[in-house]
Structures are given as C-alpha cells and as structure tokens.
C-alpha cells in the first residue's frame, strides 16, 4: 500500500514538473506562432524596400543592424577590456566592489537609463537624437554581460596553461594573448552575441536617445533620428488596422530571426569553445 | 585566476615574516607594458560601476526638487498629475514652485508595481523550478540542449514582442475563456470577482510578467542545482528513494535558499520591467484597481508614458516628478538586487550565477 | 627600444580611434554650409526654395496632424527634391517638448503653446497650416448610429457621474430612444494629447465642476474611473474604443473614416446655439467663419464652443510648432520653403489634400498673420 503511495506521489510530482516544463515551452511556441500567423499576408519583398511611411521596414531592420554594429564596436572592446581586468588584474576586494557594480548595473530598468539618456545626452549636451547617446544607453544596459562572460570565460581556462606561462616567466600581457585568450575567445564571442541578441530587443531607452524616423538611417552621430524594428512592434500593436498589425508581427518575426540566429551563432562558438577545451591539456 | 605563490593555496598565506607583503609581491612579475595595460583595463573595468554612480547621482538630483515639494505625499498621495499648464498661477510648496494644481502622488504605481510583481512570482518561481527539476532530472540528456532553447528564447525575447503577444492574443484569449470561470470559482475572494474586462489589466500583465521572469529564476535555480553533489544523489537512489523523495529530501533542500535568492532577483526584474507592462497594463492613473483584472500602472510605464511629453510644463517639475518615482524605482529593484546577489553569494560557494534576464 | 603597440592592444584601441574620428566628422558635417545668399532683413517675403544642400525636416507630435502630413509630405518631397519632410505621430505633448528641446525642427501641436511655454521659449512659434475638428465617438451595441450628446454629458461621463448608457440625461435628450444599461467606459489619451486639450476645452465649456477642477491641458488630471481606459494616439483611440462595448472616445475627423469604418457611433455634439451636429465641411467652416475674426498676432486662439446656429462645437487650428532661430540657413530656408507650400491653396492646402483628412483651409482672414510668423524663422 505504501509502496503504491510513494509510487502515485512520484509519478504525480513529476506530472507537474513536466507540466511546468510544458508551461515555460509553451508561451515560446505560442508568441512565435501568434507572430507567423498575424504578419504572414505581410510578409514579402515589400517589407525590405519601402519604409515605415509606407508600411515596410526597410529604415528599421538598417536601424537595428546599425545599433548592433555600434554595440559591437563600442560595448564588445570595453567588456571584454573590464572582464580581462577583473580575471587577471584585479586584487580581490577590488574585483569583488567592480563585480557588484556591473551586476547591480545589469538590474537596472532600461528606462532608467533612457531617462538619464533623454536629460542628459539629448537635451543638456545638446546631442539631440544621437546615434551616440543609443549606442551608450544600449551599452549601460549589455556591458554587464559581456564583462560576466569574459571574466567566466577567462577563470574557466585551465590552469596549466597559467602555471607554463608563469614557468616560461612570460610578461602578464603576452600570457593573456598567447595562452589565455585563445581558448577563451569562443566564450567571450558568446557574450558579445548575447549582448546584441538584449540590444536588438530594447526600446525604451532608445525611445527617448535616439527618437524614432522613417528615414533611412545615416552614420551621423547626433542629431539624427534612426528608425529601429522594436519601436514598430511597439506603435503597431495599439494602431487598429489589421495592415499595421501584420508590420508589428513582421518586425517582430525580423526580431525573433535575429535573435534565433544570434543564439545559434553563440551555441556554434560554444560548441567550439568545448572542442578547443577537450584538445587542451588538463 | 591571480598569480598565485604557494602552489595550492588561496593567494595571501601568511608566510614567514621577512618576505614582503604578498601585495607587493603580486605586482612584483608586472613589466612596464603589463602596468600600462592593466591602466587601460582598469578604466574599462570601471565603466560599468561608474555607468551605475553616474546613473543614481543624476536620477537623485533630478528627483530632489519633486521630494521637497511633495515631501511624504509622494508615497502617499493617490494623484499623480502635472497640473494646469494653461493658467499662469503657480502653485507653491517648500519653496519650490510647480504648475498650479500640480501633485506628485506615486501611490497606486508603486502599489501597481508591487502586486504585479509579486503575482508574477508567485506563478513563476514554482513553475521555473519544476521546469528545472524536470529538464535536469527527468528528461533525457540528448533532448536537453534542444528544450533548454526555449528558456534562451523567452530571455530573450524583446519586451515589446510580450506586450503585442499579450494586447493582440493572451489578453483578448484569457479575457474571453479563462477570466469568466476565475470569476466564477474564485467568487468567494473580494478580488477575483467582478467585471471581467476584455484583456487589458492586473492579472494579464501580472502573468505575462511571469513568463518573463522564468527564464532567471530557471536559470539560476539550473545552476544551483548543479552544484548538488551527486553522491548524495546517487546515495539517495541507491537507498531506494523515488526520484520524487530524491528530489523533496536531497535537492531541494540544499538549493533551497539559494531558489530563495532566485526568486529575489526574478523580482528584481519584473519590478524593472517596462515595455510590455506599458502595452498591456490599461494604464490607470489616479486611482488603484478595482478587482484584479482591472487596467492599473507601474512606475516604469508611467515614465515611458509621461516622459515624451513632459518639457511642455515649463517649471520643469514634470521631468523632477518623473525622476521622483524613477528614484523610488531605482531603490526597490537596487535594494531587492543587492539582498539577492548578498543571498546567493553566502549560499553558492562560488558557484557563477546569471545577472539581468537569466542569459 | 621604443615598444610597439602589441598587436591586441592596437585592436583595443582601433575602435577608440574610428570612435573619436566618426565624432570629428560628424561635428564637422552637421555644420550644412548653403551657398544660397543669407539674408539678415527680412523683407516681407523671405527667401524660399531648393536649398542647395540635402535638409530633412523632421516632424513629430499630434496624431490628429499626422495623417495629413503623410499625405502632403510626400508631394512635398517630390516637388523639392532637397528637402525630406518626415513626419512621425507621438502626440501634441510630445509634438511640443520635443519642438521646444530642439529634437524636431518642427512639432505638430493641436494645443497652442501655454502662457508658461511661451515665457519659457520666447523663440518658439506656433504656426497653424489648417483647421481640424475632433468628433466624440462611441461603441454601444444596439444604440442609433448618432446619438445627440451634450459636453456636459461628456464631463459627467469622464468625472464618473454618469455610469450608464441609459442615464435619463441621456435619454432627455434623445426621446424615443432606449439605450442599454450598458457601462459606460471612457477612452482617454495617455499621451499628452492636444485631442486632450480640444477636448477638455469644450468640456470646461460647458461644466463648471470641470472647469473649476481637471479643467483643460494636453494631460488633465482626469478624475479616478476605475472604468476608464487609456490610449495613445488617436488611431489608439479607435482601437480601445473597439474593444470595449460602452465606451466614448473623442477622436480626431483625420482618423475619422476608419473609426466609422471599423463600427463606431459617432455623435451629435450639441454646440453653443443647442443644436446638434456631427462634424463635416459645412459645419466645420461655419464654426471658423463665426470665430477667427480676432486672431492674435501670436496665433494662440481657441477656436471652441464657438456661436452660430450650425457651428461645430469641438474645431481647432493644427500648429506646427517651429523655433524662430534654426541653426542654420539652410534649414530655415527649407522650413519657410515648407510652410509657405503648406498653407498654399496651390501647394499643400488643395481641396483633395484636406478632404482627405477631413480638414478645412485656414480662413484668408488669418493668412497674413501666418505669413508674418513664416517670415520670422530665419537661420
């Protein structure tokens, strides 16, 4: 009898663990097939040559892409410049202060940071709706995970390669970029990828940095709206035409592309990272 | 890791007393380009801390004028309003004048705010844990790289694209088939009965919250369970225990505060959490909600919403009223944070644990 | 041995240096130099035309002007092919602060500018382009497709006095009419909204306890509802008020065909002379005869509630809000070249144009003061 108890009370608390399990799958395949199904009459070659004036998103997606490539110039070097310090540099009181700080910094609500953004950089200096104030608000917002990334990516290297380096009596800065980066770029690359797969989603900050146009985007750095595909998700979805929802579902379809490609791009430098890591010695 | 001295050892072992200073020595392998570049490395190390001093004192100093007008009905007050910016009398409070009529109550966002947070964790931290139970203890390892892309996925997922999901489908979805037979079963309860609405309020933005915050309690909760040491496991199965029993006597127990901290920083985040609230909450200002499906406000929507247009009060009160409760904001999520991380950090033995959304 | 950039260090560094490059550069190209002949007079036709170098003009701000700026820009555009005029929708407060801080060269407003404002900004214009009207809206099953409304009515409603469809002052003035005993919930703007203002305008109008509390602004302080639904923009409006069976919404006649289209009731305003009317060409233009006779200099005029037998009640000018100093020559050049096109029976304001979006021309009596206030921009 009590073994039938304990067998019904297992079977029953794996039910529900499954059933949580179902319950986190399923709002993903339901957003990403609510988000085919409402932009599919959308979708076609239109969307790439005609702006949002004229319900395309040819300004948004070169908008995004032109925000991804200022993160990538911008937060990807100072990230992984501040991972670098804190693994191999930092005393420990100190790294443990700046590791607060970065964490601390990554729970702050995004508009927040489009609030200082707006008085600060737009209006006080005078940048307007810069392309400079986005790239440092969308920074604020993903330096916190590419400096965590870089400096697990770095801890995580094993340490024989740091004992040959010390036993060669090799200077600090040709063992990081003889022995220890290497093997940690393909985890580092993840970060970097993470950190563009949170910057093509935000909105909020951008709003009040770098305004909203339907104009094709230019490399002025201020004074210059630029268009970008999460405003459009936002305007469209409370604009009562069925036309405006179907551009709202096919920019976030763009968004979701985006971001699916950009978590397989980081699985694939995971993949290797794993591979490099089985060849080194241990 | 640093350059360690004694072969084994935490860096720092008090050694025999003529040696210098373990910190002089750690630096004592540094050549003039390593001190030059651990110069630049520092300033980029301190981007990030500096970005978040910077980001306070000058949320602070705008919010300061907004304080001292308000004084406590800032936390108190139920009206939130800019004033009449069409007639030239200014009101005036401690000195500080603002548009006539002006009042800065944060009450029902900050009220708006907590209670939808906090159902949001109530639903989310048990189904992110069983999810996690499941995924790491009862599926099969080839599946679990293939099923974890989903959790990836509702990280990442963009604010924006919760809020369209949840105006155009959820909300219409739960308000039609769910929300009357909750009305119905939950009578009994002051809160759960009452006009049903058609989408837009408390509890449809309370769970959409939810889906957003499983992806860093679920996260965390992976890398908790982790560290669980498998011969404790593996001495519970050979005891005879049900993976059920497993789970309740060995696992549960040792990542227990640790899902304690999780749950912090999942609300954390949805405390912050801007985009989709805004799009979904129905946006009430001036009053609190009457049941809980009823439209209500958050404090981060109200600034996404009010911001934009907030210069045409020419006191410039509007901006230091907005910085205001950006401040009370900034506190609760610093705060709820900071005792997350301080949790975590006495629990997890050193365990690296996900920040932000749970990437 | 003088030590080399190590080649990741020189990587690290390269962004910093392309960064302060691109900083350079586009400090240097955001000074457009015009060739054209900078005039320090003005006399009383100023300069316009094709800049000789590449201007866009953006615009942002009211939902009720931005329909009809998607249809007159890209005529505009075509017509000068160095100036890009770009409009955005975001709403009149936004329309305003953005104007004020100098984001947008031009804010679409349908409020004029606060006695506080205009203090603060003494630089700023509000320059109108045409008249728009605001019809009230509502979606109740079963109701007539018109149904007579007072402003009085309405500020009961959105005070939270009356909760119901078939409230005997509803009744009283629509005899023979039964309504359901249907919520009534109300639609207003999130956004700071000059709909708002035009709104609240005639609703401060027609109640004293209105007037005397939220009174009229581009955001009130509405009265708590917990009924109340809010929305941004105006085609916002329509999609809420849709939704919800009950609901009255105020909405701009720009947006009007699609609110109809998509199955809102639209009412009988009552105006100033008791009669009830929704608002078309007729009534709009009988409501601006009767009232822009004294126009200011400044252009800041209500033209709301105004008198006359088949007036309607809820009509404004539309501003485009514009600083009198641009910064540079070029751009003011490309902003009066703009709005002398605008309000051109010829250019911008031809019949096709405006009936497109519901509006009227704004009547000859005002043009010359438009003109004036044209001329002032210089850069």
């Known amino acids: 009898m009590r073994e039938i108890l304990r067998r019904a009370r297992d079977t029953m608390f794996w039910g529900l663990c499954l059933l949580a399990l179902a319950l986190v799958i399923a709002p993903s395949i339901a957003i990403i097939a609510s988000l085919l199904q409402q932009s599919w009459p959308a979708l076609n070659l239109n969307l790439f040559t005609n702006t949002t004036a004229t319900n395309g998103l040819q300004n948004a997606i070169l908008g995004s892409l032109l925000l991804m490539a200022g993160i990538l110039v911008v937060a990807g070097p100072v990230g992984i410049a501040g991972g670098i310090y804190l693994a191999e540099f930092a005393p420990p009181a100190r790294a443990g202060i700046l590791r607060l700080g970065y964490e601390t910094l990554a729970g702050i609500p995004s508009i927040i940071i489009g609030f200082v953004g707006y008085i600060v950089l737009a209006q006080e200096l005078h940048w307007g709706f810069s392309l400079l104030a986005a790239i440092l608000a969308l920074s604020a917002i993903v330096l916190p995970y590419v400096v965590k990334t870089t400096e697990v990516a770095l801890l995580q290297v094993p340490a024989t390669l740091r004992d040959g380096a010390i036993a060669l009596g090799l200077p600090r800065v040709t063992t990081l970029r003889r022995a220890l980066l290497p093997p940690a770029i393909p985890a580092i690359a993840s970060g970097v990828v993470v950190a563009l797969a949170i910057a093509v989603g935000e909105t909020a900050p951008l709003l009040y940095t770098v305004g909203f146009t339907s104009q094709d985007p230019t490399l002025n750095l201020f004074q210059h709206p630029i268009g970008y595909l999460t405003y459009v998700v936002y305007l469209n979805a409370t604009l009562p035409t069925k036309l405006e929802h179907e551009v709202a579902g096919a920019a976030g379809l763009l968004i979701l592309v985006m971001l699916l490609a950009l978590i397989g791009l980081g699985r694939l430098v995971a993949r290797r990272a794993a591979r490099y890591a089985a060849q080194l010695p241990s | ?148 892309v989903f959790f990836e996925l509702l990280a990442g997922m963009p604010s924006v694209v919760y809020g369209f999901w949840g105006i155009l489908v959820f909300g219409p979805l739960l308000a039609k088939h769910v929300f009357p037979v909750l009305a119905h079963l939950g009578g009994l309860l002051p809160f759960f009965s009452g006009s049903v609405g058609y989408g837009e309020g408390l509890l449809t933005a309370s769970l959409v919250l939810a889906i957003m915050i499983i992806p860093i309690i679920a996260a965390t909760t992976r890398e908790l369970v982790r560290t669980v040491p498998i011969l404790a496991k593996e001495g519970a199965l050979a005891l005879g225990m049900t993976q059920y029993e497993t789970a309740k006597v060995v696992i549960l127990p040792y990542v227990r505060r640790g899902i304690l901290a999780a749950a912090i920083l999942g609300w954390a985040r949805a405390l912050g959490e801007t985009m989709a609230v805004l799009m979904i909450s129905g946006d009430l200002l001036n009053g609190f909600p009457a049941n809980i499906y009823s439209p209500f406000s958050s404090i981060a929507a109200t600034i996404v919403a009010m911001l934009d247009s907030a210069l045409t009060d020419a006191t410039g009160m509007a901006i230091h009223a907005l910085a205001a409760i950006g401040v009370i904001l900034l506190v609760i999520t610093l705060a709820t944070n900071l005792l997350g991380r301080l949790i975590i950090r006495r629990v997890s033995h050193g365990v690296v644990l996900p920040i932000g959304r749970g990437v | 041995m003088r030590p080399r950039l190590l080649g990741s260090t020189r990587l690290r560094l390269a962004p910093v240096a392309v960064g302060l490059c691109a900083v350079i550069l586009s400090a240097c190209g955001a000074a457009t130099t015009a060739t054209h002949p900078k005039h320090t007079t003005k006399p009383v036709a100023a300069a316009t035309g094709n800049p000789s170098s590449a201007v866009t003009l953006n615009e942002a701000g009211s939902t009720l002007i931005y329909p009809y700026l998607q249809v007159i820009a890209p005529q505009f555009n075509s017509k000068y092919s160095h100036i890009t005029v770009a409009p955005q929708p975001g709403g009149s407060g936004l329309g305003i602060s953005e104007a004020i801080s100098g984001l947008v060269q031009m804010g679409g ?65 629509n005899p023979g009419v039964t309504l359901p005993a249907l919520r009534v919930v109300p639609v207003r703007r999130l956004d700071g909204s000059g709909d708002t203002f035009i709104f609240t305008s005639l609703l401060t109008k027609t109640n004293t306890a209105w007037a005397n509390g939220p009174a009229f602004g581009t955001s009130v302080t509405w009265p708590a509802n917990s009924a109340e639904l809010g929305a941004n923009g105006n085609p916002g409006m329509i999609q809420v008020c849709k939704a919800n069976p009950g609901c009255v919404a105020y909405i701009g006649v720009s947006v009007e065909n699609t609110a109809l289209e998509d199955g809102l009731q639209e009412a009988l305003l009552q105006n100033k002379a008791g009669n009830y009317l929704v608002p078309d060409l007729a009534t709009i233009t009988s409501a601006v005869t009767a009232s822009s006779g004294n126009t200011p200099a400044n252009l800041r005029q209500s033209l709301i509630y105004s008198s006359g037998a088949n007036s309607y009640p809820i009509i404004n000018f539309e501003y485009l809000m514009i600083n009198q100093t641009q910064p540079n020559a070029a751009t003011a050049e490309a902003v009066r070249t703009f709005m002398d096109w605008a309000i051109s029976p010829t250019g911008g304001a031809t019949g096709g144009n405006l009936s497109a979006v519901n509006f009227v021309a704004l009547p000859t009596i005002v043009i010359p003061k438009v003109e004036a206030a044209i001329n002032k921009i210089s850069g």
């Open chain 2, 1 to 148: 890791m640093r350059f360690k001295l004694t072969a084994g050892g935490a860096g720092g072992n008090a050694g025999p007393t003529f040696l210098p200073s373990a910190r002089k020595l750690a630096g004592a392998d540094l050549t003039a380009r390593d001190r030059a570049v651990r110069w630049v490395l520092l300033g980029a190390g301190l981007v990030p801390t500096l970005m978040l001093l910077f980001l306070t004192a000058e949320m602070v100093r705008e919010a300061i004028p907004a304080f001292v007008y308000s004084g406590w009905s800032l936390f108190t007050g139920h009206v939130f309003t800019f004033g009449n910016l069409y007639v030239t009398k200014l009101t005036v409070h401690h000195g500080v004048s603002a548009p006539h009529g002006a009042a800065y109550g944060a009450l029902p966002f900050i009220f708006g705010t907590l209670v939808s947070s906090l159902i949001a964790l109530v639903v989310a931290v048990p189904v992110a844990v069983g999810a996690v139970l499941a995924l790491t203890e009862r599926v099969p390892a080839r599946l679990q790289p293939g099923l974890s």
């Open chain 3, 109 to 173: 407003s349908d409020a004029y500018l606060s006695p506080g404002q205009a203090s603060a900004n003494p630089n700023l214009l509000n320059i109108p382009i045409a008249i728009s009207a605001q019809a009230v809206n509502y979606n109740v099953p079963g109701a007539p497709a018109n149904l007579k409304i007072s402003g009085n009515i309405l500020a009961q409603m959105y005070g939270g006095k009356i909760t119901e469809w078939n409230d005997p002052q509803i009744a009283a003035i």
